[in-house]
């Protein structure tokens, strides 16, 4: 069994990729991500690999982009503010079919907001980070050992489906120290990438990757074969955990750190008799319909936490479809909600 380490979630990311095979790093500094960056210039030069700090967020995306056209293993990481400035550089990755791995450790906003801990960027992960039909594999971690496991997985999913893959953190778990166990350090793996600009000694025809299509027929059949990787991603990912929802009259649905204070909010509520349950989104795209359809028609009420004004709660409401009440509770710009708080709201739909 490996041994247990004390660290800090972003540091904790940045070994993880490491241990993954990923030696080409890209970014920018801005708290509170900055840490990723910092870990990733002092360990990757001695594991044989590139670390570039750019000239901007934009720079460092396209950076991405350039090194995993070659089929190697990238990295950048920002927090919500350069995200946005990278969002038409994860378009371009996205209309490459490139499996790019991109982190976002969430802080306050709109515009510079705070550099507190934040759930806002829900909608730009899951909807419209970057322009065009295009989706991300997003990944929601709600522990430090989640923040390592869920490296591999976004590099595993978005290599064989190739799409970029994001872990969506916030500066709570970013900034938080926990004892985690890293996997065997591997090499990148030598898989088959027939589609990767690294040379083809005469054996096959040169590779091109590109996202611009100037016959509207030809980027049409394009797209619609994206998507139907997208549907065989929705039908084969989907991840989600269910906590104490079997007999649940009240299930709460919460992600990321929000999760963390919903389930002792939960325990507490069952220990005074309330039947409430948990649901947690690993994967907020593809949203997990399938764990909120079973367990609607046990279930009287749906309770949304979130650490921003109402996003999650519309997928929720989408799937749910009218057939049982969602409610929402939610604490912004950078103010984390309490199990106090949770508690409250448990208490107030089971007196109704």
Excluded at 224 to 253: C, L, P
Aim: one cysteine or more.
């Amino acid at each position: 069994m490996a041994e247990k380490v004390l660290m800090k979630g972003n540091e904790a990311l940045a070994e993880a990729a490491i241990q993954c095979g990923c030696k080409h790093y890209f970014g920018y500094p801005i708290t509170p991500q900055t840490e990723v960056a910092a870990y990733m210039s002092k360990r990757l030069p001695k594991e044989g690999g590139v670390f570039l700090q750019a000239e901007s967020e934009i720079a460092a995306v396209n950076m991405v982009l350039g090194a995993t056209s070659a089929g190697v293993r990238a990295m950048t990481s920002s927090s919500s503010p350069g995200i946005s400035l990278k969002s038409e550089g994860v378009s371009y990755i996205g209309g490459s079919d490139l499996p790019a791995l991109i982190i976002n450790v969430q802080r306050g906003g709109p515009g510079l907001g705070g550099i507190q801990p934040s759930q806002s960027d829900y909608w730009q992960a899951t909807k419209a980070l970057g322009h065009g039909d295009f989706q991300l594999f997003v990944l929601a971690p709600s522990t430090i050992q989640e923040m390592v496991d869920f490296v591999s997985l976004a590099y595993e999913v978005g290599e064989k489906y190739r799409v970029p893959a994001m872990i969506l953190s916030d500066g709570m778990l970013g900034q938080m120290m926990e004892p985690v166990e890293f996997p065997r350090k591997k090499d990148e793996p030598v898989a088959d990438k027939p589609w990767a600009t690294n040379g083809h000694k005469g054996q096959r025809k040169k590779n091109i990757i590109n996202s611009l299509y100037i016959q509207p027929e030809e980027l049409e059949n394009l797209i619609k074969e994206r998507y139907e990787r997208y549907e065989k991603i929705k039908e084969e990912e989907q991840r989600a955990e269910e906590f104490m929802t079997e007999d649940a009259d009240i299930v709460v649905v919460a992600f990321g750190a929000s999760s963390r204070v919903s389930r002792s909010a939960v325990m507490q509520a069952r220990a005074e008799g309330i039947k409430a349950g948990l649901i947690r989104p690993i994967t907020l795209w593809p949203f997990p319909d399938k764990t909120i359809n079973k367990n609607v028609d046990h279930t009287k009420e749906f309770l949304c936490v979130e650490m921003n004004m109402g996003q999650m709660v519309d997928d929720v409401r989408l799937v749910v479809n009218g057939r049982k009440p969602v409610s929402f509770f939610g604490r912004t710009g950078g103010v984390i909600p309490t199990p106090a708080e949770v508690l409250e709201q448990i208490r107030a739909l089971a007196s109704k």
